[in-house]
Every structure is written in structure tokens, then in C-alpha cells.
């Protein structure tokens, strides 16, 4: 199984919504990613999770708030957003954290979401 | 810190070898070099990775001269479901949490693949 499952594969969220993002892979990776894509630009990296710890946040503001539960499953919670929060957020995971030898990143499908 | 440079677009008619070419005049000593594809609304997928000299596989080739300055993906004979932007990005296993750099992507290159 080299397969990075996202769900919901689209969201439309009022901004007073609370709502989750759920990512989940069984290849036994230890690094889980979420990155943030607007229209016609590259993955922007917003969280990562070393080994279930967070090792990076990419000075998100507070109303993402991530969660890794176990090594197989990462959430990102979802409050207060504004419209421009509207984009493709992107779940991806490797062996290990940072890019080296063998550790290509897999990723999902994203979770296109609309902020109304 | 912009660690890599990448053509915005390239065209190329269907049936040709494509060579997509990136700078990263700084890669530390144990970086290695990835190289994704991304189509509209998907995630980016890998394509292949290496180290120095050459690396091949069932999709792209990979070259990277000695100083490592620089690296070039080859697609062989490209069809137009190789539409897509292709990113390279460099990385090292030995991953401290002190800097981000290894895991952002850059602006990519759009290939257009014209009939």
C-alpha cells in the first residue's frame, strides 16, 4: 500500500465552521507533512511531524492547529477561517523527515477547501 | 532562502526528449536531489532521485554533473499526458528540524506538451 489518504476530498466551511482535515497512511513512514497550495503555485509547506512530534510550523496562524493521533494518521483542525484560507491543502508522508536518500515524499490527493 | 531555480515553462512537441534543467548552487554535501510531477488538483508524485552522475528509471533520467551545482531531468519521447509542473528539490537524510529548506518547493517548471 504506497497510498497517502485524505479526506474529505472537498470542504465548503463558513467562517465561524469548525471542521477537520484527516490524513492517513499505512507504509509505516514516520514523517507526515501538511502543505497549503493556492492556484498556480507551488506546495507551501505549513506543518511537520517527526516521529508523532511537531518539528515544524511554518509560522501558521492558530486557526490551523494540527494533530498527529499515532504514526499512521495526521488531522489538521480547522477554526475561524478566512476566505483567503480557500486552497488545495495537501497531506504527504515519507520514511523520515528532510528529502534525503530514500525518503520521497508520498502524497494525497488533497482536500479542496472553500472558506464562504 | 530560495534553494533551487527552475525554467517557469518550457513547450515541446509530443515525441521529443524534454530536459528540464535546475540550479542549486548551494547544496550542502548530503543533500540529495528529487524531482516530483504535479498535475492540476492532484499532489505532486516523485519521479527519481540521486545523488551524482546518473540515475535512471522506468520514467526519467536523471543527470547530475560533478560539482552538483546543477541537475537535469530527462523525459524521453514526452506525450501529452506529461503535461504537468515539474519541481526539484534538495534534501538531506540527516534531517535536524533546524531548517525547513529541504522540504519547500520552488516555483516548479510548467511543461506543455503540444501535439
Known amino acids: 500500500d504506497t497510498e497517502v489518504t485524505q479526506t474529505p476530498k472537498h470542504l465548503v466551511m463558513g467562517m465561524t465552521n469548525k471542521k477537520s482535515l484527516k490524513c492517513e497512511q499505512h507504509m509505516g513512514h514516520r514523517a507526515m507533512y501538511w502543505y497549503k497550495q493556492k492556484a498556480k503555485k507551488p506546495p507551501e509547506l505549513m506543518f511537520v511531524?517527526?516521529?508523532?512530534?511537531?518539528?515544524i510550523n511554518e509560522s501558521v496562524p492558530s486557526r490551523f492547529s494540527p494533530e498527529c493521533p499515532n504514526s499512521s494518521l495526521l488531522n489538521l483542525h480547522l477554526h475561524a477561517l478566512q476566505p483567503e484560507d480557500s486552497a488545495l491543502y495537501l497531506c504527504?508522508?515519507?520514511?523520515?523527515?528532510?528529502?534525503?536518500?530514500?525518503?520521497?515524499?508520498?502524497f494525497g490527493q488533497g482536500t479542496r477547501l472553500t472558506v464562504v | 532562502l530560495a534553494k533551487t531555480t527552475q525554467p517557469i515553462s518550457m513547450d515541446s512537441y509530443e515525441g521529443q526528449e524534454v530536459n528540464i534543467t535546475c540550479s542549486h548552487n548551494n547544496i550542502a554535501t548530503n543533500d540529495y536531489i528529487t524531482w516530483y510531477q504535479q498535475f492540476p488538483s492532484q499532489g505532486p508524485r516523485f519521479i527519481i532521485q540521486?545523488?551524482?552522475t546518473k540515475v535512471t528509471n522506468e520514467v526519467a533520467s536523471l543527470f547530475i554533473p560533478a560539482d552538483r551545482k546543477s541537475s537535469t531531468l530527462s523525459l524521453p519521447r514526452v506525450s501529452l499526458s506529461d503535461t504537468a509542473v515539474y519541481y526539484c528539490?534538495?534534501?538531506?537524510?540527516?534531517?535536524?528540524?533546524?531548517?525547513?529548506?529541504?522540504?519547500?518547493f520552488g516555483k516548479g517548471t510548467k511543461l506543455s506538451v503540444i501535439p
Open positions: 511531524y517527526s516521529y508523532e512530534k511537531l518539528s
Open positions: 540521486g545523488y551524482k
Open positions: 528539490l534538495v534534501g538531506d537524510t540527516a534531517y535536524s528540524g533546524a531548517g525547513s529548506y529541504q522540504l519547500t
Open positions: 504527504a508522508s515519507s520514511r523520515k523527515a528532510g528529502g534525503g536518500k530514500n525518503t520521497e515524499a508520498f
